[in-house]
């Protein structure tokens, strides 16, 4: 039997002393040449002697630091085999600030996900670990993450992810972004709230994107947790 394929993290979703890691088998279940997996399990860095378990897609790994980064591995097991993912790229627990924008760009203008993403660390003066963003438009919506079962199939998430990496920008879209801070009453909210108010007024954003942006809720902090 060959041994099974590494799961893939879909999304990390961070909330207050958390991460949420939402994980799909890649092991053909229909294939009988690979040793079927039994069960998954994610693990991190920062608490080196604990593992989490998969259950319905997601684990839950807690006991984290907010406001530190940290990386998640996940694994795939089967009854003769142990295969892992690659580490994940750094996510920093703790509450979000919260600010909503409208963003007016040009007919056609094609926006990456993942660069808007940096943009807007780079902007808000943030790491990216500490930045998420979703992104809806008329052609459809790019939540920072896609929650299993967005449509049928297997492989539902990937899909729709590679279909909506790219969102080709046909008037107006609203770019929710959420900057981590490791709790309400960190020094980091000041910080956070004047970052996302200059994010309307930054040319150079403006520029990157394409277009007109605008502040259409003010930054917010939003109680202890992130993870419903």
């Known amino acids: 039997l060959m041994e099974p394929v590494p799961?893939?993290?879909?999304?990390l979703l961070p909330g207050l002393d958390r991460v949420e890691a939402h994980i799909e088998d890649q092991t053909?279940?229909?294939?009988?040449s690979f040793d079927a997996v039994l069960t998954m399990e994610c693990s991190t860095p920062s608490l080196p002697s604990s593992s989490f378990p998969v259950i319905d897609?997601?684990?839950?790994?807690?006991?984290?630091?907010?406001g530190s980064p940290t990386r998640i591995r996940c694994a795939a097991i089967s009854s003769a085999f142990r295969v892992e993912s690659e580490w994940s790229e750094p996510v920093s627990p703790g509450v979000p600030v919260i600010a909503i924008?409208?963003?007016?760009v040009s007919d056609g203008r094609t926006l990456s996900f993942d660069e808007v993403r940096g943009w807007v660390a780079e902007d808000v003066g943030f790491p990216r670990s500490a930045v998420l963003v979703d992104?809806?438009?008329k052609t459809g919506e790019f939540m920072h993450?896609?929650?299993?079962?967005?449509n049928e199939g297997s492989n539902s998430n990937r899909d729709m992810r590679r279909r909506l990496s790219n969102i080709i920008?046909?008037?107006p879209l609203i770019l929710r972004v959420k900057v981590m801070v490791p709790d309400a009453k960190a020094p980091q909210v000041s910080d956070a709230v004047?970052?996302?108010n200059g994010l309307a007024t930054s040319a150079r954003f403006a520029e990157k994107v394409g277009g007109e942006v605008a502040l259409v809720q003010q930054p917010i902090v939003a109680g202890p947790s992130s993870v419903d």
Do not use: T
């Not at 799961?7 to 999304?11: K, N």
């Not at 897609?57 to 907010?66: C, E, M, P």
């Open 28 to 32: 053909p279940s229909r294939n009988s």
């Open 101 to 104: 924008f409208e963003l007016a």
């Open 169 to 171: 920008a046909d008037e």
């Open 145 to 150: 993450c896609m929650r299993p079962g967005v």
């Open 57 to 66: 897609g997601v684990a839950i790994i807690q006991g984290l630091n907010s």
């Open 194 to 196: 004047r970052g996302l």
């Open 7 to 11: 799961p893939l993290i879909v999304c």
């Open 135 to 137: 992104i809806v438009g």
